[in-house]
């Protein structure tokens, strides 16, 4: 049973799920039988079993199986030990992938305080650090995030060495932050980086090659680089769709982004469809209320803006707002889908409306984003045009002198 138990984990990362879920299961079940329920190694298979549900985009069950395990190893095994601990921080991931990033930043952080610090840290330390990171990432803490991603960046790199792919998740990571900050250069050097470890590691048909191919993707399009990114969209769909089959969250990130690369191209009906056959993926695998899910609607809502249809973005865009204030009030996705709301009414010459979406989020982005940030200056332009309609001369020319000052 051990063995099965060990090949499942190592199908696990080598991103052949199909092949790990028979032997993790088997595992699990010949434990059972020959342990009972009560025993450590049960739990542990419990979680492992837990994680592949997870990257199986089965949450539910994910959530079921690692809560299970995680309050055996704290019964059996000591609440300090480090089965336990990894049965948070599993537990914690599971969160974080569901939108629930209050709970996930606590149960990590719960986990932290028992992994082995500084000179003593672990590879579990290091990963405890990147989970917790992320749920930052996700909350718009940015500068927070950067400072763990590093912690762990330091960790790993001196258990591995350079060109690990531990290292490689966390250049994409702190590639993710500078995307988000708006230093697109900055951004790319840390993905390519990333995707050359990646490639070499695991070779050119691996989900987290393909994993790495959206997130440059995903950069080129800030950039306007479409045919590049269209490039990287394909081949890593094609990858995807090879390893996980039908529905799955993996697909509908790469069909979000297929998305984008029509919208800029104003190519608005292959937009609608992508960013539609995303939603599709995402509420199969997380379900209506995830922030993945106000993505899709906010896309959506874009495209129906750019072809004049107003009733149509605004009501995509409160659908978006609904679901992330739902889940992270303060994050930047949420600011940027209440200005897009604001914007879809600024439209319809619903100014006070438009005003009350805006300026709240101008007054976030003046203080979370490079100065260059183009959702920045959107939020100026709007609010100049919100003051103009408002018949506030004044307030409209300082924010078109904001306007000018800022870099581009």
């Known amino acids: ?4 138990w060990v090949l499942g984990d190592i199908y696990q990362k080598l991103g052949k799920l199909d092949q790990a879920e028979p032997l993790l299961n088997s595992a699990l079940q010949e434990r059972r039988q020959a342990l009972g329920s009560s025993d450590r190694k049960v739990a542990e298979s419990e979680v492992a079993l837990g994680l592949l549900r997870k990257e199986q985009g089965r949450f539910d069950e994910a959530e079921k199986l690692i809560r299970s395990g995680m309050s055996t190893l704290q019964k059996v095994d000591s609440a300090s030990s480090v089965a336990y601990a990894r049965s948070l921080v599993a537990l914690g991931s599971v969160l974080e992938t569901r939108g629930k990033y209050d709970e996930a930043k606590d149960v990590l952080e719960a986990a932290l305080k028992l992994q082995p610090k500084n000179a003593e840290a672990t590879a579990d330390s290091a990963e405890n650090l990147a989970e917790l990171a992320n749920v930052h990432f996700y909350k718009g803490a940015y500068d927070l995030s950067e400072s763990y991603n590093r912690q762990a960046f330091d960790i790993y790199r001196r258990l591995y060495g350079e060109e690990h792919p531990a290292v490689a998740q966390i250049l994409n990571n702190l590639g993710a932050i500078e995307t988000n900050r708006g230093n697109y250069a900055a951004s790319e050097r840390y993905y390519r980086h990333a995707l050359t470890i990646t490639e070499a590691w695991y070779g050119s048909d691996h989900p987290e090659t ?3 191919l959206t997130a440059i993707a995903q950069q080129l399009g800030y950039e306007k680089r479409d045919a590049e990114a269209m490039v990287s969209l394909q081949r890593a769909l094609v990858i995807q769709k090879h390893v996980n089959g039908g529905m799955s969250a ?4 790469t069909l979000n982004q297929l998305g984008l690369v029509a919208f800029n191209a104003k190519q608005y009906d292959a937009a609608r469809s992508y960013f539609t056959q995303a939603m599709d993926h995402w509420r199969a695998t997380v379900g209506d209320q995830h922030p993945f899910i106000a993505i899709a609607y ?5 495209v129906c803006l750019d072809q004049k249809d107003y009733a149509c973005a605004e009501k995509n865009y409160r659908e978006a707002v609904r679901r992330l204030d739902a889940s992270s009030k303060d994050s930047v996705n949420a600011v940027i889908a209440h ?9 319809q010459n619903r100014f006070k409306d438009a005003e009350s979406e805006t300026l709240p989020a101008y007054q976030y982005l003046v203080k979370h984003v490079a100065a260059d940030n183009g959702f920045l200056r959107a939020s100026r332009k709007d609010l100049a045009a919100i003051n103009d309609g408002l018949h506030r001369s004044d307030q409209a020319t300082r924010y078109r002198a904001e306007l000018k000052a800022s870099p581009i």
Request: no cysteine; glycine share 8%.
């Open 1 to 4: 049973m051990f063995m099965r």
């Open 210 to 212: 393909a994993a790495n």
């Open 250 to 253: 993996t697909v509908a990130s």
């Open 339 to 347: 200005l897009k709301l604001g914007r879809s009414l600024l439209r």
């Open 298 to 302: 906010s896309n959506i809502g874009s």
